[in-house]
């Protein structure tokens, strides 16, 4: 039976807030699995912003490579929102990983997590073609994950404006 939840959205959509806010909805232990990498001010600023959303009814983890190793330590009567996909692969990117063997791992370790689910990721194919080949990458790599994230599962909601749009199942 396929769990877990797909939230996807464009940067500054509300994608974040709104899984946090399904997360509380579960009314079960939450960990909150970070895969962001400070490496500016601007992002220094925005890992702070999310921090500070969440109180001591969080636990917060950081893994920017491999969530899947916490995922797979997870107990049935917890959820986990790992926030997010995008610099999850942007990680993998810059530390210029095997891609697919990196997606295929933190798939496997969605399967075997115990725990409800909660993917949040960035819907980048919106918008033009990008000039650069580094880009172009990250966007088919960011396009192919989210396919598979969507396949594995049982909720996909798009968040525009703040606003949840359910592309696939019923909300929980």
């Not at 918008?127 to 966007?139: E, K, S």
């Amino acid at each position: 039976m396929k769990k877990g939840v797909l939230v996807l959205g464009g940067a500054a959509s509300g994608k974040s807030e709104w899984a946090e806010d399904l997360a509380e909805r579960f009314a079960l232990p939450t960990t909150y699995l970070a895969t962001g990498q400070a490496f500016d001010a601007e992002t220094e600023k925005r890992i702070a912003i999310h921090q500070r959303r969440r109180d001591d009814r969080w636990t917060t983890c950081e893994e920017p490579l491999h969530p899947e190793n916490i995922l797979r330590t997870l107990p049935t009567d917890q959820v986990v929102l790992i926030d997010c996909a995008t610099m999850w692969l942007n990680n993998h990117l810059m530390a210029d990983s095997d891609l697919d063997a990196a997606q295929t791992a933190l798939i496997v370790g969605l399967r075997e997590c115990a725990a409800q689910w909660i993917m949040v990721t960035n819907e980048v194919g919106h918008g033009i073609v990008p000039q650069n080949a580094l880009a172009r990458r990250f966007r088919e790599a960011q396009g192919r994950l989210n396919i598979a994230f969507a396949q594995e599962a049982a909720v996909v909601v798009q968040v525009i404006a703040g606003l949840p749009q359910v592309l696939k199942g019923d909300l929980p």
